[in-house]
């Protein structure tokens, strides 16, 4: 029997015992993440997914993300049982499934709105296919509203059933972080529930704590998980955007952000985030576009959001400008160097180059006409670029003028001035995006003029000596 | 011998056998503090303030803060032990002593530029009798490079005395809260010590480390100290605007913001603050101006830091007009209402008025020439007006018809709004700006509207009904 027919305690049963299937609409790194998660607790798992790479290599029984290679056990196991399906046939997915979970992402239109085209349509697709007792539950990050306004009349009106009495409807929101998804998901948060009836969220909240180790938090309602997930990352999105803010007077005062920003936190009510060279991801710079649009439409103009938006937006450009100063410093022009680029993901220890500051950095140094030699140890292309990417940090930088440090991989807190001279062979800038290195009191073969982020800018000299130069 | 003529170790060896004079300049609530502390650590404490009641009360073992009470025991003991003096000669206080605590305030000009007059005054008044060997230290909240630019050259001008050499001189915040000032002070945070020679951070960290029990962290210069202390009021300011940001977003999409805060506050990235009413107290609503200030000298606009500002200076305006509108929404005219305002302090557990938002409401309702019934359990009077304080909440609400509440005073989480309503004899109005009532499910016996700060507004009937209502 359906899920939404039992009693939630044979709800469990039955997902535990492998009789339910569950249809995860989009695969890609969300949904594989609940994919798994959902076929390790029992049910007989769908993916679906356009992707047709990603296709081949779960049924190669293989993680289609570098970072997250461990997953390859875990898909193999699944596969093994049968407990793991992918196809890009989403009617198919709809038709087949009692538990039905969106994990699609949204994203921002050009004009900064969020484009529900994907939600849309996924809605409509499973709306066809829903039966009496089916679940459906949206964990992909979605404005507030959007799961009782626009998901649900989508879903009455293509099946004729009604919510919370035919069929359950949840949402509850992923928070996962790449490089570490699965254990996110099952073992790090508790899982945030919401729902519009009590029934609903009773039948929820049970079959996910079959599923995640750290229990379930419900929620009064769908529109309030809704708003939670988003406040997640606004919170981070604003803290970054001070921390840029205080890290640049920093600099001019001549006082390390690092240094002060440690101390401060020595104190359990101060929780002052690191600066940087902007945000990526799909994540932190998209939801503050949600929640201001929401406030828009309430006529209530959302300022600090907004603000940290536009502060974090303009700091990858105010990092070029750091980047041509300088090379100027050091009578060099920009277009006639030969750089090194460390880093390509959002940031360290992940694949992901969605909306990475490094990317924009890249494009200008190849504007400029310079050479440019690009490093990264996950990242395997750049969409659109046929560039060449050095895993080895030490072979991208020989004879290079200029290092850029753009994502903070755990290879690159390895890299030291002093070797980096040696390598380069000659005076370099060294432009360090992520603050990965630590010891200025070095003596370097060559000069080298060091800069980071929220700390004093210095000239390193052969001899160790070190003077501090305004850029 | 003085203590930076002898070894760190021995320093602190006459320190604890009471060899030692320690002047406290300044002895507000900050300076009393210190006083304590160090003379427990066993030093002969003069505490310098002009407050003649303050002098009268500590002559006669109390503290001068009914909510730090428990200071009493400590300043009877240092009494009776010959181990605490208080005057208001600054001049004899700067004479007899070897180590010279600065704790007087900086406050802020009309224009928001911090006044830095007593600093000037105290520092002058230490160098005229400074001695070789003598230690400064300044825990005064400063704007950064207020020790290095402004009291050495005073301390070293007037007393002919090089610092570092023949004097040291430390920049240690005080990082205490009102109502846990002694357990802040020696037991819940580590110590922040910034100088500007390795040889004065040597003596002082070795003093410090006596007189509080987590430690010390050791900062590399005063300036890096000084930015420190700002930064962590930075923080919290940026907050509780963006709270009170995200927070009118829930009032007007119908979500209760402490319910998401909470939600979202269950992964250990996110730390959310609580919205509020504006930000009192004489820190967090002073240092953002310190750190404006130092960003302008150097032609940097801290947008963030001064936006929070504008929107928590806003935050009393925006809950005085929802007042107005809660009691234009029960049909009845502001100035023709008797008021309860519950909670005069700037927060609850203290008896600090400084800034508070519970004096501007308390002045809008004077205008308004209503009758207003005042209530604090730990407010005693209001500088400049003449009026009743009563201690219970219970006592204030009777015959009234709107409750303001204004303070968290743990004494009002224990109202509830069926025991409200019955002393009220009528319809009233709830403005909950601290969100101290928790239960909305009630049967008042008579109507209440009631509006708390984040939440939705609801009429709450006699028949146990709620209603949501736009305010």
Same mark, same amino acid.
């Given at each position: 029997?359906?899920?939404?027919?039992?009693?939630?305690?044979?709800?469990?049963?039955?997902?535990?015992?492998?009789?339910?299937?569950?249809?995860?609409?989009?695969?890609?790194?969300?949904?594989? =993440?609940?994919?798994?998660?959902?076929?390790?607790?029992?049910?007989?798992?769908?993916?679906?997914?356009? &992707?047709?790479?990603?296709?081949? @290599?779960?049924? /190669?029984?293989?993680?289609? !993300?570098?970072?997250?290679?461990?997953?390859?056990?875990?898909?193999?196991?699944?596969? /093994?049982?049968?407990?793991?399906?992918?196809?890009?046939?989403? /009617?198919?997915?709809?038709?087949?499934?009692?538990?039905?979970?969106?994990?699609?992402?949204?994203?921002?239109?050009?004009?900064?709105?969020?484009?529900?085209?994907?939600?849309? =349509?996924? *809605?409509?697709?499973?709306?066809?296919?829903?039966?009496?007792? $089916?679940?459906?539950?949206?964990?992909?990050?979605?404005?507030?509203?959007?799961?009782?306004?626009?998901?649900?009349?989508?879903?009455?009106?293509?099946?004729? +059933?009604?919510?919370?009495?035919?069929?359950?409807?949840?949402?509850?929101?992923?928070?996962? *972080?790449?490089?570490?998804?699965?254990?996110?998901?099952? &073992?790090?948060?508790? %899982?945030?529930?919401?729902? $519009?009836?009590?029934?609903?969220?009773? @039948?929820?909240?049970?079959?996910?704590?079959?599923?995640?180790?750290?229990?379930?938090? =419900?929620? *009064?309602?769908?529109?309030?998980?809704?708003?939670?997930?988003? !406040?997640?990352?606004?919170?981070?999105?604003?803290?970054?955007?001070?921390?840029?803010?205080?890290? *640049?007077?920093?600099?001019?005062?001549? #006082?390390?952000?690092?240094?002060?920003?440690?101390?401060?936190? /020595?104190?359990?009510?101060?929780?002052?985030?690191?600066?940087?060279?902007?945000?990526?991801?799909?994540?932190?710079?998209?939801?503050?576009? !949600?929640?201001? $649009?929401?406030?828009?439409?309430?006529?209530?103009?959302?300022?600090?959001?907004?603000?940290?938006?536009?502060?974090?937006?303009?700091?990858?450009?105010?990092?070029?400008?750091?980047?041509?100063?300088?090379?100027?410093?050091?009578?060099?022009?920009?277009?006639?160097?030969? !750089?090194? +680029?460390?880093?390509?993901?959002?940031?360290?220890?992940?694949?992901?180059?969605?909306?990475?500051?490094?990317?924009?950095?890249?494009?200008?140094?190849?504007? =400029?006409?310079?050479?440019?030699?690009?490093?990264?140890?996950? #990242?395997?292309? #750049?969409?659109?670029?046929?560039?060449?990417?050095?895993? $080895?940090?030490?072979?991208?930088?020989?004879? #290079?003028?200029?290092?850029?440090?753009?994502?903070?991989?755990?290879?690159?807190?390895?890299?030291?001035?002093?070797?980096?001279?040696?390598?380069?062979?000659?005076?370099?800038?060294?432009?360090?995006?992520?603050?990965?290195?630590?010891?200025?009191?070095? %003596?370097?073969?060559?000069?080298?003029?060091?800069?980071?982020?929220?700390?004093?800018?210095? @000239?390193?000299?052969?001899?160790?000596?070190?003077?501090?130069?305004?850029?």
């Amino acid at each position: 029997m359906k899920p939404f027919l039992v009693v939630p305690e044979e709800a469990v049963e039955n997902l535990r015992k492998s009789r339910y299937r569950v249809g995860v609409f989009g695969f890609g790194h969300v949904g594989l =993440t609940i994919g798994v998660g959902w076929g390790l607790a029992g049910a007989k798992v769908i993916g679906m997914t356009l &992707d047709k790479q990603a296709i081949r @290599l779960v049924e /190669s029984g293989l993680s289609p !993300f570098p970072e997250e290679a461990y997953l390859s056990e875990h898909i193999k196991k699944l596969r /093994s049982r049968g407990l793991l399906e992918v196809t890009d046939d989403y /009617s198919y997915g709809a038709r087949e499934t009692d538990i039905k979970i969106i994990a699609v992402p949204v994203y921002l239109s050009s004009d900064k709105k969020p484009d529900l085209t994907p939600i849309l =349509t996924v *809605s409509e697709e499973i709306g066809k296919s829903l039966a009496k007792g $089916d679940v459906v539950i949206i964990e992909t990050s979605i404005p507030p509203g959007t799961t009782r306004n626009v998901v649900k009349p989508i879903l009455e009106k293509a099946s004729g +059933l009604k919510t919370d009495e035919d069929f359950a409807l949840a949402y509850s929101p992923e928070r996962i *972080s790449a490089g570490t998804v699965l254990a996110d998901y099952l &073992d790090k948060y508790p %899982k945030i529930i919401g729902c $519009d009836s009590p029934r609903s969220l009773n @039948l929820v909240a049970n079959l996910y704590s079959a599923v995640v180790k750290r229990g379930v938090i =419900t929620m *009064s309602s769908t529109i309030a998980a809704e708003t939670e997930k988003l !406040f997640e990352g606004v919170y981070r999105d604003v803290n970054i955007a001070l921390a840029n803010e205080l890290a *640049s007077l920093c600099e001019k005062i001549g #006082v390390s952000y690092d240094e002060v920003r440690a101390a401060a936190n /020595s104190q359990p009510f101060s929780h002052l985030h690191s600066p940087g060279i902007g945000v990526g991801g799909a994540c932190i710079p998209v939801y503050p576009y !949600f929640i201001i $649009d929401t406030g828009l439409k309430q006529g209530l103009k959302l300022q600090i959001t907004q603000l940290a938006r536009n502060i974090n937006e303009t700091a990858t450009q105010l990092f070029i400008e750091k980047i041509v100063r300088a090379i100027r410093f050091l009578n060099m022009n920009p277009s006639e160097c030969s !750089f090194a +680029l460390l880093g390509l993901s959002f940031r360290g220890g992940t694949s992901d180059t969605r909306l990475s500051p490094a990317l924009r950095i890249l494009e200008f140094i190849e504007k =400029t006409g310079a050479r440019i030699k690009v490093c990264d140890p996950l #990242v395997e292309k #750049v969409e659109g670029k046929n560039i060449e990417i050095i895993r $080895d940090w030490r072979q991208a930088v020989q004879g #290079v003028n200029a290092i850029v440090i753009a994502s903070d991989h755990k290879e690159f807190y390895r890299i030291g001035i002093e070797e980096a001279s040696s390598l380069a062979g000659r005076e370099i800038a060294i432009l360090d995006g992520k603050n990965v290195i630590g010891n200025l009191n070095v %003596k370097p073969k060559s000069r080298v003029l060091y800069a980071g982020v929220g700390r004093p800018a210095y @000239l390193l000299e052969p001899d160790g000596s070190k003077k501090r130069v305004e850029l």
